[in-house]
């Protein structure tokens, strides 16, 4: 059983920066891969971002390149997404998720074994 518990967000202007952290019961260099997913109400939960444990490979949605940052903290067992020049359209509830032995999509949510309870974005003047 993997536990995931995510913090760091909160209400941001636009153009601001959050930080979340997502914090591993376990290794995270023993994961396949951690992702970063969002829920807009609404919609479908969608990958944002993802680090592949091996090599440290990293994959961005298009519409966060350039703005959000994944990274690690191996001695922590934590994976944070550094989220800067936040939009209005950011805003949405913020999951981490752990592929345990693969993914063929790295976006796709079911390719994900455990997720943590989530954290809210709202992004907002």
């Known amino acids: 059983q993997v536990q995931l518990v995510e913090s760091g967000g909160g209400l941001v202007q636009p153009g601001g920066s959050l930080r979340l952290s997502c914090a591993a019961s376990?290794?995270?260099?023993?994961?396949?891969?951690i992702g970063w997913f969002h829920q807009a109400p609404g919609k479908e939960r969608e990958g944002v971002s993802c680090m592949r444990s091996s090599d440290g490979r990293t994959y961005y949605a298009d519409s966060v390149k350039g703005r959000f940052s994944i990274s690690r903290d191996n001695d922590k067992n934590t994976v944070y997404l550094q989220m800067d020049f936040l939009k209005p359209e950011d805003t949405a509830i913020y999951y981490c998720?752990?592929?345990?032995?693969?993914?063929?999509?790295?976006?796709?949510?079911?390719?994900?074994?455990?997720w943590g309870q989530g954290t809210q974005v709202t992004v907002s003047s």
């Open positions: 998720a752990v592929a345990l032995h693969g993914f063929n999509l790295w976006y796709r949510a079911r390719e994900y074994d455990y």
């Open positions: 376990g290794s995270t260099s023993d994961y396949y891969a």
